[in-house]
C-alpha cells in the first residue's frame, strides 16, 4: 500500500462512516397526498437509505463540515432543494438542482408504479415481473440521471440515488 496515492487509500472506518446520511426528512408541506402504497415505498426507501448510503457534500466538506448528515428534501417552483446539516442541525449548505429534466422520469415512474400496483393484485406472476423489470429499467435510468446532476456537489452511489429519487417522486404526488 506503500506505492499508492494517498486518495487512492481505502478510508478509515471513522471517516467513511461521516460521509452518510444519518436522518432524512420530507417537507411534508409539498407532500399533497399520498395512498398506503406510496406510504410504504417512502418507509422503505427512508429506511433503506439511513442503513446504507454514500453521501459526501463536496463544497461542504472542503468547508469542514463534517457528517454524518441530516437530508431535508423540499420542492420549491420546480426545483429540488436538498438542504444538507450536520447532526447538530446546523445547515452546511442547500443545493438546488432543477427539476426539467426529471418531469418526464417522474412521470413515467408514477405510470408504471400504479401498472404495478393495480398488477400485484390481480395480474399473473410473468405479468407482475414484466412490469416490475420496466418499472426498475426507469427507476435506474432516472438514479443515473440524478448522480449526473449530483456531479461535482455530491458524491454518492447508485444504490443511494435510487433511493433519494424515489423520495424526489414522493414530494411530487399531486394525488
Known amino acids: 500500500?506503500?506505492?499508492?496515492?494517498?486518495?487512492?487509500?481505502?478510508?478509515?472506518?471513522?471517516?467513511?462512516?461521516?460521509?452518510?446520511?444519518?436522518?432524512?426528512?420530507?417537507?411534508?408541506?409539498?407532500?399533497?397526498w399520498r395512498n398506503a402504497d406510496v406510504e410504504q415505498e417512502r418507509r422503505v426507501a427512508i429506511y433503506d437509505l439511513?442503513?446504507?448510503?454514500?453521501?459526501?457534500?463536496?463544497r461542504?466538506?472542503?468547508?469542514?463540515?463534517?457528517?454524518?448528515?441530516?437530508?431535508?428534501?423540499?420542492?420549491?417552483?420546480?426545483?429540488?432543494?436538498?438542504?444538507?446539516?450536520?447532526t447538530a442541525g446546523a445547515l452546511l449548505e442547500t443545493l438546488v438542482i432543477g427539476m426539467a429534466r426529471f418531469r418526464r422520469p417522474i412521470r413515467e415512474y408514477f405510470a408504471i408504479c400504479d401498472s404495478y400496483y393495480q398488477a400485484i393484485r390481480k395480474a399473473t406472476p410473468s405479468e407482475i415481473e414484466t412490469i416490475d423489470m420496466a418499472r426498475r429499467g426507469i427507476h435506474n435510468g432516472a438514479a443515473e440521471l440524478l448522480l449526473e446532476r449530483l456531479e461535482g456537489k455530491v458524491e454518492t452511489d447508485f444504490a443511494t440515488a435510487r433511493r433519494l429519487f424515489t423520495l424526489i417522486c414522493v414530494l411530487h404526488i399531486k394525488g
Open 60 to 86: 461542504a466538506v472542503e468547508r469542514g463540515g463534517a457528517g454524518p448528515y441530516h437530508l431535508h428534501l423540499s420542492v420549491t417552483d420546480g426545483r429540488l432543494a436538498m438542504d444538507i446539516s450536520d
Open 1 to 32: 500500500m506503500a506505492d499508492l496515492p494517498r486518495d487512492s487509500l481505502p478510508l478509515s472506518p471513522a471517516v467513511a462512516g461521516a460521509y452518510r446520511i444519518a436522518q432524512v426528512t420530507l417537507d411534508e408541506a409539498t407532500i399533497l
Open 50 to 58: 439511513i442503513e446504507e448510503n454514500t453521501f459526501k457534500p463536496v
